[in-house]
């Protein structure tokens, strides 16, 4: 007798720079879960040689290059952040690699909760993938002082980020779940508990 394929709940989690989504998808992490970090994946599709890397260089020339002829992130960042029309040409090489390595994970996967952590899941056209879409929320001047500590950025250069994603409030109106990231770790774990038990997610 054919065992019967366990069915998948696909989780996505959003937010604005700085929100603390990568924070809030970890702690849906269960024995029976899988969580797919898509930023992780955007990253590892710039190694060197690889197809999204040359057609990168392609397009943006070698000056974006530093050490042992690796993407520049920082490099990049600085054209594409100040240029729509070049960060859109970014996204659509990246995108495409990392949609394909997002939908080969779920398929492949056993595990009954897949959990999608995706800045840019509406961005991205990723949230015909996904049964529920969580946004995690955070004030305006919290996230900028976080995007500032964890990536070094300058105010200037978190708001020009902002500026090329979907708006927070926009996301918000796109949720099934909201968690309110901007108290404590606690408050937020609380929320994270409560929405498990609305979706049925045993921890």
């Known amino acids: 007798m054919q065992r019967r394929k366990k069915v998948k709940l696909i989780l996505g ?3 604005t720079i700085g929100s603390g989504k990568s924070t809030v ?8 879960s899988l969580l797919i970090d898509a930023d992780k994946l955007a990253h590892e599709s710039f190694r060197t040689g690889s197809p999204v890397y040359k057609k990168i260089v392609a397009f943006f020339g070698e000056g974006i290059l530093g050490r042992a002829k690796r993407i520049d992130r920082a490099k990049l960042a600085r054209i594409v952040f100040v240029n729509r029309t070049a960060l859109e040409r970014l996204n659509k090489i990246v995108h495409k690699s990392v949609i394909a390595d997002i939908r080969r994970m779920i398929r ?12 840019l899941i509406l961005e ?5 993938m996904v049964d529920e879409l969580l946004v995690v929320k955070a004030g305006k001047e919290q996230r900028i002082l976080r995007s500032k500590e964890r990536l070094g950025l300058s105010r200037r250069e978190v708001l020009d980020r902002m ?7 926009a996301k918000l109106r796109l949720a099934d779940f909201i968690i309110d990231n901007s108290g404590s770790m606690s408050k937020t774990r ?14």
Not at 25 to 32: I, L
Not at 124 to 128: D, G, V
Not at 190 to 203: A, N, Y
């Open 108 to 119: 492949d996967s056993d595990k009954s909760l897949i959990i999608l952590d995706a800045a």
């Open 25 to 32: 998808a970890r702690m849906f992490e269960t024995g029976d």
């Open 190 to 203: 609380r929320q994270v508990s409560e929405t498990m038990r609305k979706l049925g997610i045993c921890g």
């Open 13 to 15: 989690i959003t937010g």
């Open 124 to 128: 991205s056209k990723l949230k015909k």
């Open 163 to 169: 500026k090329y994603q979907i708006s927070q409030g």
